[in-house]
């Protein structure tokens, strides 16, 4: 009789677990598709911004006609990395609201910095190569959320290629070496479409520890910042050479 159990109360305990395990899933879902939306909204942003500056008189006031920098133009092109620091430093400090609005103010800046791309490349190139962004972002996004593989130990692997690769590009700006530029182009495109896959698995990682709690609006927002930067620069490193020269 000892080890006689009620099937009511299994029955009762099963359905329990899976009442909670539905719950999750469904939690998972939506920050997912939450982190999802803040991310393209901002891509969409960007490219919204870049568009109607590159075709309005206030360019000059950036940029010169070569697409070279003015003094405020620098100040842009730099803002960004200070709302990026802003964000990742004081995150724990500052409200969700602020956090929302930092991120807007990140796309905007993007925007302004990368209007130059439509004066260099010719429209056509872009679309294109926007496109098979967006096309392989999808796919390495997907696989680093269904994959059972553990891909935290390329992180540290990924970032060190990043930094190594921020090395080889301030050489190659004395240099001018074009073979080295598309060896830069071709790792850059490696390098961020390994960190989609990563990025990914570490945010849905993420929802088990912040799902429920007052932090998951911000750490909504970090994800999709997260985001944002490995499809921004897997475009950027694709234009390089895939992108038509006007």
């Known amino acids: 009789m000892a080890n006689w159990s009620d ?9 329990n677990v899976g009442a909670r395990e539905a719950a999750y899933d469904a939690g998972l879902r939506s920050y997912m598709l939450s982190v999802y939306n803040y991310m393209a909204s901002g891509v969409l942003l960007t490219g919204v911004v870049a568009l109607l500056f590159a075709n309005s008189p206030y360019m000059s006031m950036l ?5 070279r920098p003015s003094g405020l133009g620098w100040i842009v092109m730099l803002a960004p990395l200070g709302v ?9 400090r500052i409200t969700e609201t ?6 807007w103010a990140y796309a905007v800046l993007m925007g302004l910095s990368l ?3 439509l004066l260099v490349y010719t ?4 679309a294109q190569t926007f496109f098979a962004s967006a096309a392989a972002f999808g796919a390495l996004s997907l696989y680093g959320y269904t994959t059972k593989k553990d891909l935290s130990g390329f992180g540290s692997f990924l970032i060190m290629g990043v930094i190594g690769i921020m090395v080889a590009m ?5 240099l001018r070496s074009t073979g080295l530029d598309l060896a830069i182009s071709i790792l850059g495109v490696l390098l961020f479409a390994g960190l989609t896959a990563y990025d990914t ?3 849905k990682s993420m929802y088990f520890a912040v799902g429920g709690t007052a932090f998951a609006g911000k750490s909504v927002v970090m994800g999709a910042l997260q985001l944002y930067l490995d499809f921004i620069n897997m475009f950027m490193f694709l234009l390089r050479f895939m992108g038509d020269r006007r």
């Open 98 to 103: 602020t956090a929302k609005a930092l991120f």
């Open 115 to 117: 209007s130059t791309v």
């Open 84 to 92: 990026v620091m802003w964000l990742s430093f004081g995150i724990n």
């Open 7 to 15: 099937p009511w109360a299994t029955a009762a305990r099963t359905t």
């Open 201 to 203: 698995q570490k945010i």
């Open 170 to 174: 301030l050489i190659n700006m004395f």
């Open 123 to 126: 429209g056509a190139s872009v």
């Open 63 to 67: 940029f010169t006609p070569q697409g």
